[in-house]
Structure formats: C-alpha cells, structure tokens
C-alpha cells in the first residue's frame, strides 16, 4: 500500500497507485494544506482552490509511478512533452488538470480497499492444516 499498486487503466495505461490514507498522501497533503491553514479552519477555502490541493496531493502523494501516458497533440499544447509523458508530480498534476475524469479514476482506485485487498492476497490462502480431532 505504501508502495502503490500497479493498475491497468485501459487503453495502455498503467499507473502505481498509493492508498489516499497511506503516509506519503498523508504527508503530502498536510505540507499543502499548511499554506491554508488559516482558510481551512474557517472553511473559508474555495472549492477551486480545494480541487487544486487534491490534484496535487494525487499527483504527488497518490500516483507512485505510470507508463503509457501520452497525450498527442494536447501535450505540445500544454508544455508536456511529446510521446509518453515520464511521471513526475509536475507532469502528473498537469495532466490531471487537463483530465479530470483520469484524475477522479485514480482517487477512486486509491479510497477503494478491495483494489490492495486483491493484490495481496493473490497468493493461495492455505486453510487450517493442523489434525483434525482423530488424528486424521
């Protein structure tokens, strides 16, 4: 979980994963919201500005890793790099302003516990081997 899972959005994509209550999300978050200390207190943050920690705290604490990310004639465009985009917080947060629904994807796969349940528990579970009560 801390590490991230490797997930297979479709279409070629693969993004590394992090649980949004795992300790680099965490950690991530709480350096972002120190800025808005103040703001967050009075729930005086503006729903823009609310939206535009969270795609950092996914582009930076959430997103580990990912392959595939090529976004054609839209990177030239936004000052991404052409062909497939490397992973960087930088990259990730613009792509993921660029594409919301990829964004909401991936917290959804992060608040989702039966994603890691699954790819932990891949390996064979081994019942209760010890003898039963006649020795068999």
């Not at 795992?22 to 709480?30: A, F, G, P, T």
């Not at 580990?64 to 992973?87: F, K, S």
């Amino acid at each position: 979980e801390e590490q991230g899972i490797w997930c297979d959005m479709g279409d070629g994509i693969r993004v590394k994963i992090r649980r949004i209550r795992s300790k680099k999300s965490i950690e991530v978050r709480r350096e972002l919201d120190k800025p808005h200390a103040n703001e967050i207190r009075r729930g005086t943050l503006s729903d823009d500005a609310s939206t535009d920690l969270l795609v950092k705290q996914v582009a930076a604490g959430i997103i580990a890793d990912w392959e595939g990310i090529d976004l054609g004639h839209l990177a030239r465009a936004n000052d991404l790099p052409e062909g497939d985009i490397p992973y960087t917080a930088d990259n990730a947060y613009r792509v993921l302003k660029l594409l919301p629904e990829f964004r909401d994807e991936i917290l959804q796969v992060s608040m989702s516990a039966e994603s890691y349940r699954k790819n932990f528990l891949e390996e064979p579970v081994i019942e209760n081997l010890s003898p039963t009560s006649d020795g068999h």
